[in-house]
């Protein structure tokens, strides 16, 4: 895939790969017997990677929301959200290291995407967990406006 198309369509990329790869898979399957020797792997691993965190969510539904405590657009910092959550209910609930990292989903722009974004406070600081978000693509847009709006 060209890095154009994954950056600027990501949800057209996504939905198509999602769409296709599994009548690729079945296609392959009813035409040669042998492929499932190759693709059972792949298919093994992605699901190994996958399922454990979308069972533990659909099993303890409460457990990994962070509260939080505000969102607002930074003024005069090219188009960046400031994000603080309670340290106490995020998932680094402890001490966390440098360049750790999150990932966020907003039920309210999309139920299903979780992006990664790296911590931007100190462990020592205080009961807050601060993450710097610049608005790049549709989702963190969103996220701006979101803030904007209050």
Do not use: N
């Not at 657009?73 to 400031?82: E, I, Q, W, Y």
């Not at 039920?107 to 608005?135: M, N």
Request: hydrophobic share 45%.
């Amino acid at each position: 895939s060209l890095p154009l198309v994954r950056r600027r369509y990501y949800r057209l990329f996504y939905t198509a790969h999602m769409v296709f790869a599994p009548l690729i898979l079945i296609t392959s399957c009813l035409h040669w017997d042998r492929i499932v020797f190759w693709v059972a792997p792949s298919v093994a691993l992605y699901l190994a990677y996958k399922l454990p965190p979308k069972i533990a969510r659909w099993m303890y539904p409460s457990e990994g929301h962070a509260l939080v405590l505000r969102g607002e657009a930074l003024p005069d910092s090219g188009d960046c959200v400031l994000v603080e959550l309670q340290r106490s209910s995020c998932p680094v609930a402890g001490a966390y290291s440098p360049g750790q990292w999150l990932l966020v989903c907003h039920p309210a722009i999309s139920e299903f995407e979780w992006h990664p974004f790296s911590i931007a406070s100190s462990p020592s600081q205080d009961d807050r967990v601060r993450l710097v978000i610049r608005a790049a693509g549709a989702w963190t847009r969103a996220l701006r406006e979101m803030a904007l709006r209050g």
